[in-house]
Structure formats: C-alpha cells, structure tokens
C-alpha cells in the first residue's frame, strides 16, 4: 500500500477531540490521532467504544464537543459539505430502493453538477470496478446482500473522492462473502490510493485490510500500530486480548478495567 512520506502534512488529523452526547459521559476521551495520504487506517474496538462516533465526527455529522478535526489542513467544520469530497459506505448500505443501480451511482454526480456524458463514463468504471457491469438497470431489490454491498461501495467511489469512510460495511455479509469482500475492497483501496478510515469490531477484518490499526476501549485509543507490531507486541492485556483470536471464537466482550483485561459479557460478539 502506498505510504505518504514521513515529511508529509497529515490527511486527516483528530486533535484533543472529546464527544459527549448528554454532556457528561465522554463517549471519545481524548482523541489524537494523524492518517497519511493513502492510508488504509482501521478504528478498531468491542462496540460502544467511541469507533462510530468518532467517524461520524470525521463526516461532519456530529460536531466535537471539544478539540479540532482537520481534512488536508483545513478544520472539517471550515469546509462545506460538498467541498469535503468524503464517500461512505454504512452497515444499512441504504441505497435508493426505486432508483436503478445506475441511478443510485449517478446520484452523487448529479449534485455535483456533472455533465451527462460523463456520469455515464463514471458510472460504467465504477461498476466495472466492483464486478457489477452487468447489473446496471437493475434495482437494489433484485440483488443479493452482497452486490447491494458492492453497489454501496462503488456509489461512495464514483466521484474519485480523497477519503472514504466505512462503517462495518461488510458485517451483514456471511462469512464467506465478507472474506471476499475484505480482498477486494483492499484491493481498491491500493489500485486507488484513496485514503480509508474503516470501522469494524472484527479483529480478524482489521488485521487482513489496514496498514495501521487504532484500537479503541471506552472512548480511548489503547494502542495505534501495524497489524504486526499490535500482534507482536501489545501494550496491555486488553490489546493483548482483543488481537488475539481467543476473542473471536469465544465472541467474549472485554473490557479494560485499570491495566487489567475483564470479561464485560460472555460470548456475545462471536464472528462465526
Ligand atoms: P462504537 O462505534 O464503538 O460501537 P459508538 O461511537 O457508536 O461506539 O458509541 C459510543 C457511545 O456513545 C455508546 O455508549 C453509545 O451508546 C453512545 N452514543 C452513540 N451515539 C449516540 C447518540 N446519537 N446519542 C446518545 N448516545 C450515543
């Protein structure tokens, strides 16, 4: 995968960010955390971590209770929504039920207020893209789970944006579909070069995709590394843990609790 310099100026930059909703519970502590151009950065963490909340501050969705968020040196809220040239890909793909597959990938472009020939241009190669060229006058009620999934990520590519976001995109996939997926949306990311902040409460997803890993406890990041180095060489036993695969054949919950590593709720999040 493509690695920016080390010189280079961040693409993404969370710094002191801190999120409350009832304006008491910090649900995202103290968040700082730098993502280069180009890279494929997982948020990873048992659910209620701060993971989701902390990608829809990136969105521009939910607004930091304290702290900045920075897109290419410009503070996200600076930027309108439109300049911000984010694609995301949700768990609920949610793609317009009565518009066609070409029409859900066109939509973006419209509002971008680009030109019919082109859309059509762009439309061909992001369906190509995701192994959907045949598909394009169907309907997202004609398909199955994982080309509606396919269709959800070619919709957030179709505009060539600079960032992608994800959010559990593949965690309604079966196994077997997920796995595939993993590899292709991979596979994209390093054909593109777009740079992906990617959600996920599946160790094993996280370790196959990212050139770094940010794994989140309670609205901390306990450890930010390589798959390798958080693999090797954890910081603490909740790391430790939730790497490891005891997890995810148990599906245990964990927490951590001082330095050490508890059980929160017994085999729950299984990955079958
Ligand atoms: P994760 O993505 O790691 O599962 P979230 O960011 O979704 O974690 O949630 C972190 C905490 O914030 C959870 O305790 C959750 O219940 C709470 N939370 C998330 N969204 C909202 C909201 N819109 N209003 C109130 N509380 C919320």
Avoid at 73 to 99: D, K, S, T, W
Wanted: with cysteine; hydrophobic share 40%; proline share 4%.
């Amino acid at each position: 995968a493509p690695r920016a310099a080390a010189q280079e100026e961040p693409y993404v930059r969370f710094r002191n960010v801190q999120k409350t909703y009832d304006g008491e519970t910090l649900v995202v502590k103290n968040l700082n955390l730098d993502i280069a151009k180009g890279e494929f950065l997982t948020m990873l963490g048992p659910s209620g971590s701060g993971k989701t909340t902390s990608l829809m501050m990136l969105a521009g969705f939910e607004t930091a209770t304290h702290g900045e968020i920075y897109l290419d040196g410009r503070p996200i809220n600076a930027l309108a929504p439109e300049r911000r040239n984010i694609g995301m890909v949700f768990q609920n793909y949610a793609l317009f039920p009565h518009m066609t597959v070409a029409e859900n990938l066109a939509f973006p472009l419209k509002v971008r207020k680009i030109s019919a020939s082109e859309i059509e241009a762009k439309v061909k190669r992001a369906l190509d893209m995701v192994g959907l060229g045949g598909f394009a006058s169907r309907r997202p009620g004609q398909m199955s789970g994982g080309q509606a999934q396919r269709v959800a990520v070619a919709r957030a590519l179709v505009f060539e944006p600079k960032l992608v976001l994800m959010d559990e995109p593949l965690s309604a996939l079966d196994k077997q579909l997920r796995e595939q997926m993993q590899y292709e949306v991979k596979a994209i990311h390093d054909r593109l070069g777009v740079t992906i902040v990617y959600v996920t409460h599946d160790q094993s997803e996280a370790l196959t995709m990212s050139d770094r890993i940010a794994v989140f406890n309670e609205g901390v990041i306990q450890q930010l590394d390589t798959p390798e180095r958080l693999y090797e060489a954890p910081v603490n036993s909740f790391v430790a843990r939730f790497i490891g695969e005891n997890n995810r054949i148990s599906g245990d919950v964990l927490r951590l609790d001082g330095d050490e590593c508890v059980v929160e709720m017994k085999g729950c999040g299984a990955v079958q």
